[in-house]
């Protein structure tokens, strides 16, 4: 690999970067011309098949060429030309493997025969389907208590298979359905129903063409759901004002050019996103939109007093919130400098911003990671609600809120059953359908199963899709903690990190990808997933499958099904696998508000939404009105700053995605809009920490945990980039950071990792080979962003 550069890149977002970076990846990856017409059917509704990457929502009627750079790197990812199959497990032990990092473990290609791992040979040798399914539901009965086993599932697997799984794991006895929004957006699954009585967006497409105003916080548009950009450009050329909140200038939030656009490609026509563009500190978000409430307030008094219109929505309020005199003299008591201080902005740029929000009638609050991975992540997402509903932008035509979420299923699973919630379960449904008794005690979310992992208190992991261990905190703790389970059983498309970190019991069940034809009893099959917006449609995969003996991921659950639980007279796993629309009746059945006739309504074009109380201005909280609800805290982190946080050389790391990746599914060493190439093993600062902590451009550095709980966190070598952060902020890569992130930093209430502000030091190393293969370090190469 050449060396790695670091310089500013100046070209917008989208443009012609872009579609190099799109035409790379298809070469790459060997995807023939049939393969490239893919994309043409990508997002198109009933008979193309919904993007495997972000859960954006899929304008209807569809646009000709209706996917982004990403979308096109994650469907050449999956369509790859290179397998995986039993002479790669033959050539390598996993001991090798356990050296390479995440690029060159997922650069191997699809995943093609079940394996199981053989200890004796320290390799994964390939195993008969039926052999597989016999010794894990073999090994799933013997264990002493269901609840000893975690039914993980990423967010990229369909309504139908997310249904089916939440349905074995509950008919075998547990609620331990943790997902992978226990580390994403379950901080806006505890504060929006708090608020307004809804867990996710209020908005839907329409509502952005609507809005003629924005507030936008913590999330990378142009790397993570680049096709919003398109609507973030419309609304810009309503002359909409966009309002940015983040630590970094991410390009995406800055300028874009529309790569599907000639006129805008062959012209210098760029378009600018963001109006205000606020770097805040790590964690000042509570702070900065207290500092917009109070300007609000003041803004109101001044106006009324001149015997003006004040700038709150007072009918709104009066007719419809909760809270509001208590919320209005917290604010108004916060002194603009310990406001300053704690957001890192000026009172002059929060004045401002209130202004200009103040200018607008329908704004849409948009948010992502920046939120929610906080210590404070429920309260800071309950703050932008407030904020909101001082002028009623809630449950009206272009307002409301918008969690942008992440895996292109993660909203969906949810709706489907996957929690570890026992509350949320329809068990009145579930016990007349299929004559069981759902377990009635709350199951482990993420955190919890981690801690059971390491406490040994968790024997049996299935994973449907992901790659758990990468994914999660403390990874130097976690790994050798899950070579105790007894069983572990990874349902995958490409071999990643968590294959090789083996249980006593190990099996790789390797899947069709949502891309691909799904052939079945009855033909061919569909499957739906519900996107950012609460949009719930028909797909259909397209192309070839890698393999002929890969199984759909409603199979697998249904053999898993058959091989663990006893026959059911209600429910034949076999007719649902031949007839998805089987499994969709039950669902109908099971969630009728949302899904009666799913079979039906899931065929309209522009598919159908699900019913959201709050946007029609219904609040289904326990005040029955929507709730002010107050911070506990203007602080980032008062936990960690006891522990020495505001020391001088104590910094704040925000664990960051590339440009070049999906999640821990590395594409590549380039962050083109970071100006990033070549290399993940970086720590981004500010000029005048360097200085300040006698590191300069170049310098490689390990950086440490400052807690005290007694373990020892540190990865590097990273090499020190100066950076345009705010000064006591840094950022790294996940998941190369993730060794640092303690398992117990996590938001208050809804358990996400607290993945943007770990409290860290970095020291200074002194030998170091830019050649990887030179170990400088007592690290695993994983935690070296290799390169
Ligand atoms: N290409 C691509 N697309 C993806 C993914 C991917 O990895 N690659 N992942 C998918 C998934 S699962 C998810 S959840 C989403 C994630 O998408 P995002 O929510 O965009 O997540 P991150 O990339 O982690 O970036 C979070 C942003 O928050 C900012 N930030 C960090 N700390 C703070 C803070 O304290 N306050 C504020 N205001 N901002 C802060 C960072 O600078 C960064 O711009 O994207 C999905 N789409
Ligand atoms: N430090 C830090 N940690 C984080 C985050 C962060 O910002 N910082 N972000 C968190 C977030 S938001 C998330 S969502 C999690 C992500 O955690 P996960 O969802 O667990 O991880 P992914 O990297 O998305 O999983 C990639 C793997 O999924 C498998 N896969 C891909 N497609 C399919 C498919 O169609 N079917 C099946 N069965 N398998 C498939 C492939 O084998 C691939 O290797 O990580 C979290 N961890
Ligand atoms: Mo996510």
């Known amino acids: 690999m050449s060396q790695p550069t670091f310089k500013p890149y100046d070209a917008p977002s989208g443009g012609w970067g872009s579609a190099y970076s799109v035409a790379n990846i298809l070469i790459r990856e060997k995807i023939p011309l ?371 979420r992440g895996h292109s299923n993660v909203q969906g699973q949810r709706t489907v059953g996957i929690t570890e919630k026992a509350e949320k379960v329809p068990t009145d449904n579930l016990r007349r359908q299929f004559g069981f008794e759902p377990p009635s005690d709350d199951g482990v979310n993420t955190v919890e199963a981690c801690e059971g992992i390491l406490a040994g208190k968790i024997k049996g992991f299935i994973a449907m899709g992901g790659n758990f261990v990468r994914a999660v905190p403390d990874t130097l703790q976690m790994e050798p903690a899950w070579r105790n389970l007894q069983l572990s059983v990874q349902i995958s498309t490409k071999l990643n990190r968590s294959h090789l970190i083996t249980g006593k019991v190990s099996y790789i069940l390797p899947c069709l990808g949502r891309t691909e034809i799904d052939r079945q009893a009855t033909g061919e099959q569909r499957n739906t997933t519900e996107d950012s917006t609460g949009c719930i449609r028909a797909w259909r995969g397209v192309a070839e499958p890698a393999d002929e003996r890969l199984l759909s991921e409603p199979a697998i659950v249904a053999r898993l099904a058959k091989a663990t639980l006893a026959a059911n007279p209600h429910l034949d796993w076999d007719a649902w696998v031949g007839d998805y629309g089987l499994v969709r009746n039950a669902i109908a059945e099971s969630y009728p508000e949302i899904f009666h006739d799913f079979n039906v309504r899931m065929m309209e074009p522009g598919g159908f939404h699900r019913p959201l109380g709050a946007s029609k201005r219904e609040w289904a909280t326990e005040s029955g009105k929507a709730n002010f609800i107050l911070p506990s805290t203007l602080a980032e982190d008062p936990d960690t700053e006891q522990g020495g946080h505001e020391q001088r050389d104590v910094l704040q790391l925000m664990t960051l995605r590339s440009n070049d990746q999906f999640n821990t599914t590395v594409y590549g060493y380039n962050d083109r809009f970071r100006g990033i190439q070549g290399t993940r093993a970086v720590v981004l600062m500010n000029s005048n920490d360097m200085a300040r902590l006698g590191l300069a451009e170049g310098d490689k550095i390990q950086a440490v945990t400052v807690v005290d709980d007694g373990v020892h966190r540190a990865v590097g070598p990273l090499r020190v980039t100066a950076y345009n952060i705010p000064e006591g902020c840094c950022a790294g890569y996940y998941p190369e950071c993730n060794a640092l992130l303690p398992v117990w930093h996590h938001a208050k209430r809804s358990k996400v990792p607290a993945a943007k502000s770990i409290p860290v030091r970095l020291r200074k190393v002194i030998a170091f080979s830019d050649d990887p293969s030179v170990p400088a370090e007592p690290n695993p190469p994983a935690n070296r962003g290799a390169a």
């Open 34 to 404: 049939t393969g490239a017409s893919l994309l043409l059917k990508q997002n198109k509704p009933i008979d193309g098949f919904a993007c495997v990457s972000c859960a954006w929502a899929k304008p209807h009627p569809s646009r000709p060429l209706s996917f982004c750079e990403n979308g096109a790197k994650a469907t050449a990812w999956e369509n790859t030309s290179r397998r995986c199959g039993p002479e790669f497990f033959h050539r390598h032990t996993v001991s090798e493997l356990l050296n390479w990092t995440d690029f060159d473990l997922e650069q191997q290609g699809r995943l093609t025969h079940p394996l199981r791992y053989d200890p004796a040979s320290d390799r994964y040798q390939p195993v008969s389907w039926d052999q597989a399914f016999e010794e894990i539901g073999r090994t799933l009965k013997a264990m002493a208590d269901p609840n000893e086993v975690v039914f993980y599932m990423s967010g990229r697997a369909s309504l139908e298979t997310a249904y089916m799984y939440a349905l074995l794991a509950r008919m075998y006895g547990t609620n331990n359905l943790p997902d992978s929004s226990n580390m994403c957006h379950e901080s806006s699954s505890v504060a929006l129903p708090e608020s307004i009585g809804v867990p996710v967006a209020t908005v839907t497409l329409n509502d952005l063409e609507k809005m003629d105003g924005m507030l936008f916080f913590g999330q990378n548009t142009g790397t993570c759901s680049p096709r919003m950009l398109h609507d973030l450009q419309q609304a810009r050329e309503r002359g909409a004002p966009i309002i940015t909140f983040n630590p970094i200038r991410e390009r995406g939030l800055e300028r874009f050019v529309n790569p599907q656009s000639p006129r805008e490609m062959l012209t210098p026509d760029e378009t600018k996103i963001s109006t205000q563009y606020h770097q805040l500190k790590i964690g000042g978000d509570i702070a900065a939109i207290s500092g917009m409430c109070k300007a609000l307030f003041d803004m109101d008094a001044a106006a009324v007093a001149a015997g003006r219109p004040g700038v709150l929505d007072r009918a709104f309020i009066e007719e419809h919130t909760h809270g509001f005199e208590a919320f209005k003299a917290r604010m108004v008591g916060y002194s603009w400098p310990v406001l300053e201080r704690r957001s890192g902005l000026s009172r002059s740029a929060m004045e401002a911003a209130a202004v200009s929000y103040a200018s607008c009638k329908r704004v849409v609050a948009a948010y992502g990671m920046g939120l929610t991975q906080h210590r404070h992540g429920v309260e800071a997402i309950q703050m932008l609600v407030n904020l909101l509903l001082l002028r009623g932008n809630m449950g009206k035509e272009g307002a409301g809120i918008l969690p942008v």
